[in-house]
C-alpha cells in the first residue's frame, strides 16, 4: 500500500519500526463495549417510564418466585394433602385462610387435594419458561431471517417471506392447538409450536427495517471497505435493529403465555406440570364456578393478567423507544 | 503483478463504455402478465456508456443535473454496483474478472467518501471504530497508532479525544472529516468523493475542501469528484465530464470545458451559474424543460428534446458520439452534431470497417 515513491503518512508504521503491535486498544474490549452500550442505552431509555418499571418490577417478582419455587411452596404441586373418594369427583375442598381461618392452607385446596398457592408458585415456572424460552427464540430467528432476507434480497428474500406469508395464513391458537395435538402434550410441543408461529412478525418487521439500513451510506462505505455480508450484518445492521427485536421480544412474551393458557384450559397442557392454564382447565372440569370455589380460579387468572399486561407494558415501552412520534 | 504496485505515471482506472440499467421495479401481477406476453422488463438506463481514464494523481469532476447518472457511476466505480456492461480496469486488471484476492486488493485502493456525513457514520459506532474497522477487514497491523494518525491527517486534533465519541456527538465538518479519515486509514489511491460538502455548512465548506486537496496532494491519489457545482468541479479538478442522461456529452481540461463550453447542454449549464466563487456552494442549476425519460430513452442525442440548438432530424436519429471536434480551440470532446470531427478522428475512422464506420461517415458529410 505504501507507495515507494512518496512515502506516505503510514509509512514508519509499515517499516515495522514500531514494536510489536502496540495496540492500546483491544478489539474484542470494543466489540464488547460496542454491544454493552448499545444495550445499555437501550435500558436507561426503557426504564423511564414509571409503568414500565412497575411492569419490570412484576416480572422479576415472577420471576424470582419461579426459580425458588421449591423453596417458597408449602407442599408439591401435585401432592394431595388429602385422599377424597377415589374414582367420584365430588366438592371436597379445603377453604382458604380467609374463609375459614382454621385452615391450613393459605389459598385453599382443590378438590383433587391439591394445594392452590403451591400450584400457584410452580406454575409461575410454566409460564416465564414459556414466556421468557419463546420470547428468546421469537426475537432471535425473527431477527436472523428478517436481516438475512432484508440484506441479500432478491430470491432469498422472496423464499424467505413466502414463508413468512404462509404463516400468516395460520391463526395462532388453532394451530398451536393442532400442533400440540400431532406433537403430543407436552411444555416443550408448546413452546416449540409457540415458536414456529410467532417468529413470522419479527421477521417482517425486522425484514423492512434491513431493507432500508442497506441502503444508507454507512453500509455503503463498509462494503467499499471491503466488509463481508456477515461483518455488515452483525456489526452495521444488527446493532440498529436492536431495539426492535426486543420490542417484539416483549410482545413474544405475553403472547406465548396466553397461547399455553389456552391449550392448557382446553386440555392440552403437559400432565406432568402444573401451569396457570391446567389450573384453570382442572377447575373447569370440577365445575369450580359452579360450587362457588372462586379461590381455585381467579389466582391463576390474577397471575396470568398481570404477567401479560408487564409484557405488553415492556413491549409498549419499547414501541416509544424505537418509534419516537409515540411519544 | 499486484494490484498494489504503484507505476509513475500509470494510467490507473480504465473505464469502457460503463452501463448501469436497473431493472423498475414491478408487481408480481406485472411481471407474469410480461411472462405470457413476452413483453421486455423495463429498465432505467441510469448510466449508458460512460468511459474514461483516470491517471494516477489525477482528479476528474463528473458534473450533472441530478439524475444523470452519475453518482450510479460512481458507485460503480468503486463496485458498490455490479455494471450491466461495458468495463473497469484498475491497474491493467478488469474488476469484473479479477479473483478474491484481487478484489480485497482493490477493496484497499479504492474507497469513497459520501455525502452526507450524518448518513454515513453508523450511529452506533465511536470515531474509533469507524475508522478502525477497514483495518480490521484487511487485518491490518498498528491498528491504533493508524487511526490517530488518519485523525490527525484530518485535522481532529488531539486525536485520542475523539476516540470515544459518537458520531452525534459530533458537527457536521466533523463527521466529514472523520468518513474522510475512514477513507484515508488504508492509504488508497483511489477515492471517489460524492458531494462531499453539498450537506455542509457553507462555513465549514472551505475547510473541507481544502483538507480533499491536502489529501490529493499528500497521497499522491486519484480522485472522482461528484458534483452538481460547477464552481467547485474547476477549483478541484484537472478535467471534467459533463453528464446528461447517462452519457458524458463533454469531457475535457477543466479550463477548457469551463472557459469555452461546446456542447449546448454544458453551456447552458454554465450560463446558469453567475459568478464562479469557489468557496460557495450554489443550489441545482435550472434548465427549462424536463430531463427525457430513463426509461424509454429519447432517440439520437438525448438532448435533442431541450436543446436550444437543434439542427434538425440527425440530432434525432444519430446518436453523436464523444470525440474530438476540429470547429475549436479546446482540447475536450463533445457529443454534438454541431462541430465537425477533428482530423485524427476521421482519420481513424477511415481505417475502421465497422458498420460505426459508416454511419460516422454519413454525419461527417452533414
Ligand atoms: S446533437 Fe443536436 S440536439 Fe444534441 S446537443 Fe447537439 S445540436 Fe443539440
Known amino acids: ?159 424467505l417471506m413466502r414463508i413468512v406469508d404462509f404463516l400468516y395464513g395460520m391463526p395462532l391458537l388453532p394451530t398451536v392447538i393442532i400442533l400440540v395435538a400431532l406433537l403430543g402434550p407436552s411444555l416443550w410441543n408448546i413452546i416449540f409450536a409457540i415458536i414456529v408461529l410467532q417468529w413470522r412478525s419479527t421477521a417482517r418487521v425486522i425484514r423492512s427495517q434491513a431493507l432500508s439500513l442497506r441502503e444508507r451510506p454507512f453500509v455503503k462505505a463498509a462494503q467499499v471497505a471491503g466488509a463481508s455480508d456477515w461483518h455488515i450484518i452483525s456489526r452495521h445492521l444488527a446493532p440498529n435493529v436492536l431495539p426492535l427485536s426486543f420490542l417484539y421480544g416483549a410482545f413474544a412474551i405475553a403472547w406465548a403465555i396466553l397461547a399455553e393458557a389456552g391449550v392448557s384450559f382446553i386440555g392440552l397442557g403437559d400432565p406432568n406440570r402444573v401451569s396457570w392454564g391446567t389450573m384453570l382447565q382442572s377447575s373447569r372440569a370440577y365445575a369450580a364456578l359452579d360450587f362457588g370455589v372462586w379461590w381455585w380460579f381467579v389466582p391463576p387468572g390474577i397471575c396470568i393478567g398481570l404477567v401479560v399486561i408487564s409484557g405488553f407494558l415492556i413491549g409498549r415501552g419499547y414501541e416509544e423507544i424505537t418509534n419516537p412520534e409515540l411519544r | ?208 475542501l481544502s483538507l480533499m486537496e491536502r489529501m490529493t496532494e499528500e497521497f499522491d491519489l486519484s480522485v472522482v469528484y461528484i458534483s452538481h457545482d460547477l464552481s467547485l468541479l474547476r477549483h478541484m479538478c484537472d478535467r471534467l465530464a459533463i453528464m446528461y442522461m447517462g452519457k458524458i456529452v463533454e469531457k475535457g481540461p477543466t479550463e477548457d470545458v469551463i472557459e469555452n463550453p461546446q456542447h449546448p447542454y454544458t453551456r447552458s449549464l454554465i450560463n446558469a451559474v453567475p459568478v464562479p466563487d469557489p468557496g460557495i456552494g450554489r443550489e441545482r442549476v435550472e434548465l427549462g424543460g424536463e430531463v427525457g425519460d430513463a426509461i424509454d430513452v429519447p432517440s439520437g442525442c438525448r438532448f435533442h428534446g431541450r436543446c436550444s440548438e437543434y439542427i434538425g432530424d440527425i440530432c434525432e436519429t444519430e446518436e453523436p458520439p464523444l470525440e474530438g471536434k476540429a470547429d475549436f480551440e479546446g482540447r475536450q470532446e463533445v457529443a454534438c452534431h454541431l462541430y465537425e470531427p477533428a482530423d485524427d478522428v476521421v482519420e481513424a475512422r477511415v481505417g475502421e470497417t465497422t458498420d460505426t464506420g459508416d454511419d460516422s461517415a454519413a454525419s461527417a458529410d452533414d
Open chain 2, 1 to 208: 503483478m499486484s494490484l498494489n504496485t504503484p507505476m509513475d505515471d500509470e494510467t490507473l482506472l480504465e473505464v469502457r463504455n460503463l452501463e448501469k440499467h436497473f431493472q423498475v421495479d414491478e408487481g408480481i401481477i406485472s411481471s407474469l402478465l410480461r411472462s405470457v406476453t413476452g413483453a421486455e422488463a423495463d429498465y432505467v438506463h441510469a448510466v449508458d456508456g460512460v468511459s474514461f481514464d483516470l491517471k494516477r494523481g489525477e482528479t476528474l469532476g463528473l458534473a450533472g443535473e441530478s439524475g444523470c447518472g452519475k453518482t450510479t457511476t460512481g458507485m460503480s466505480l468503486v463496485k458498490l454496483h455490479e455494471p450491466t456492461d461495458g468495463s473497469i480496469r484498475f491497474r491493467g486488471r478488469d474488476l469484473t474478472e479479477a479473483d478474491d484476492d484481487e478484489l480485497a486488493q482493490f477493496r484497499q485502493n479504492a474507497q469513497m467518501i459520501f455525502q452526507d456525513p450524518f448518513e454515513s457514520l453508523n450511529p452506533r459506532m465511536t470515531v474509533y471504530d469507524t475508522i478502525a474497522e477497514p483495518l480490521r477487514i484487511h487485518d491490518v497491523r498498528n491498528e491504533t497508532a493508524r487511526v490517530r494518525r488518519a485523525l490527525e491527517f484530518a485535522e481532529l486534533q488531539p486525536p485520542d479525544q475523539y476516540f470515544n465519541q459518537y458520531p452525534h456527538e459530533l458537527s457536521g465538518g466533523q463527521r466529514q472529516r472523520v468518513a474522510i479519515a475512514r477513507a484515508l486509514v488504508l492509504d488508497p489511491d483511489f477515492i471517489v468523493a460524492d458531494e462531499p460538502v453539498s450537506m455542509l455548512d457553507v462555513s465549514l465548506r472551505a475547510g473541507v
Open chain 1, 1 to 159: 500500500m505504501a507507495t515507494q515513491d512518496e512515502p506516505s503518512i503510514f509509512a514508519d508504521l509499515d517499516d515495522g519500526a514500531t514494536e510489536e503491535d502496540v495496540e492500546s486498544v483491544n478489539r474484542w474490549e470494543r466489540t464488547l463495549r460496542l454491544w454493552r452500550e448499545t444495550i445499555g442505552e437501550q435500558w436507561r431509555m426503557l426504564t423511564d417510564d414509571l409503568l414500565v418499571k412497575l411492569a419490570m418490577v412484576t416480572l422479576t417478582f415472577f420471576m424470582a418466585v419461579a426459580i425458588f419455587a421449591p423453596l417458597l411452596a408449602p407442599h408439591g404441586p401435585l401432592t394431595r394433602q388429602y385422599e377424597t373418594d377415589a374414582e367420584i369427583i365430588i366438592a371436597d375442598w379445603v377453604d382458604p385462610v380467609f374463609i375459614d381461618s382454621e385452615s391450613a392452607y393459605i389459598l385453599g385446596t382443590t378438590s383433587q387435594g391439591y394445594d392452590i398457592l403451591s400450584q400457584l408458585i410452580y406454575g409461575s415456572r410454566a409460564a416465564l419458561l414459556v414466556g421468557l424460552l419463546a420470547a428468546v427464540f421469537t426475537a432471535g430467528i425473527g431477527t436472523l431471517v428478517g436481516l438475512t432476507a432484508g440484506y441479500y434480497g432478491g430470491k432469498i428474500d422472496d423464499t
